[in-house]
């Protein structure tokens, strides 16, 4: 039995609230919506974690629309399992589970990575000549962005004209849309923050651009790209440290500064002010030459904890579960 289910029929979906619509699915779902034309398509990929609702949404009001396409246009509902824990669309995967974006692997073990990769192999017999996966985040303060699994050509081009900020995943973190590269470019693009109403517009805009690009639609998209990011090195704290945010230093082993997230996806230049501690025994920080010297990336000095380097933040967020289990990233401008 296949571990996703596969329908050629959306009409079930059609005036369901989102919350109704989410219910009716029992797994992962693809959905087939027939163009005039079978030897293109797109997918667009939807909820990989449980709690992103935007393109979910920019999904249910796309097929409200009862759309024609010129070729066929597949929509994929990732993690039904996470968002369907109530409250609904609260949970980015299923408590104890693997997060959904970090299972697209070539040699899958795991359920979820046997599911991945289920998909996968489903999607590589598909004529795909473009991938979108729409995301959200956690964060309040920090623009919509792109994430990109290379800086091929086929890449940029449809990302310059997606994503203002470009950020090149080089790390083989498992996420699909480094998996899928091969089949056609591939990048995911993250919205706004989960469950606003500007994300769920910044959603459905995002897909019709993209349909634009592919030639799902008619019309023309501008370059809106500011930058491309590279050398991602993912900043995790250990799960046993005690952290809060605040403006000043408190009884935790690291206070990090309430207003964090505002460095995303700014230049930050070296000596930058992260917060309060005793040791920089905190952190785990990896990138793709692996495991990183914390020294190397963070300063201590009398208490308090600097920035090292100039880098761009992304994902930082006064979250504890968040900055424990996925953390944020450093990137650095990419001169081609
Ligand atoms: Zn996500």
């Known amino acids: 039995m296949k571990k996703y289910d ?3 029929d959306v009409s079930f979906l059609i005036g369901k609230t989102d919350k109704e619509a989410i219910l009716l699915l029992k797994k992962p779902s693809v959905f087939k919506i027939t163009g005039k034309d079978n ?4 997918l667009v990929s939807t909820l990989i974690h449980g709690h992103e609702i935007c393109g979910f949404r920019a999904f249910l009001k796309e097929i409200n629309s009862k759309p024609e396409y010129p070729l066929d246009v597949y929509f994929a509902v990732g993690n039904v399992q996470a968002a369907q824990i109530e409250p609904l669309f609260s ?5 104890g589970g693997q997060n959904f974006n970090r299972t ?3 040699e899958p073990k795991t359920e979820m990575e046997q599911l991945s990769f289920e998909l996968f192999e489903f999607y590589k017999t598909l004529p795909l000549v473009g991938i979108l996966d729409l995301h959200s ?12 699994p290379d800086t091929k050509e086929e890449t940029l081009k449809l990302a310059n004209k997606l994503a203002n900020y470009g950020f090149v995943t080089d790390s083989n973190l498992g996420a699909m849309i480094e998996l899928t590269t091969d089949i056609a470019p591939s990048l995911v693009i993250e919205c706004g923050t989960n469950g606003s109403k500007e994300a769920d517009e910044y959603a459905f805009e995002t897909l ?3 349909f634009k690009l592919t030639g799902v639609e008619e019309g023309n998209v501008e370059d809106v790209n500011k930058g491309v990011f590279v050398n991602m090195t993912n ?15 408190q009884d935790a082993q690291l206070t990090i500064r309430s ?7 700014t230049e930050v230049k070296a000596g930058e002010f992260y917060g309060w501690a005793n040791t920089l025994d905190l952190f785990v920080i990896k990138n793709k030459d692996g495991l990183q010297n914390v020294e190397d990336w963070f300063e201590l000095k009398d208490g308090k904890v600097y920035i090292k380097q100039d880098v761009v933040p992304n994902l930082m967020s006064a979250n504890e579960k968040i900055a424990k289990e996925s953390g944020f990233y450093f990137f650095k401008r990419w001169e081609k």
């Open 6 to 8: 596969y329908y050629e």
């Open 39 to 42: 030897s293109k398509a797109v």
């Open 91 to 95: 949970n980015r995967l299923v408590p």
């Open 104 to 106: 697209w692997i070539k």
């Open 137 to 148: 985040f956690t964060a309040t303060d920090t623009l919509p962005h792109g994430f990109l």
């Open 208 to 210: 019709h651009k993209f």
């Open 235 to 249: 900043v995790k704290i250990k799960s046993a440290v005690t952290v809060v945010w605040a403006d000043e230093k």
């Open 259 to 265: 207003d964090i997230s505002k460095l995303n996806i």
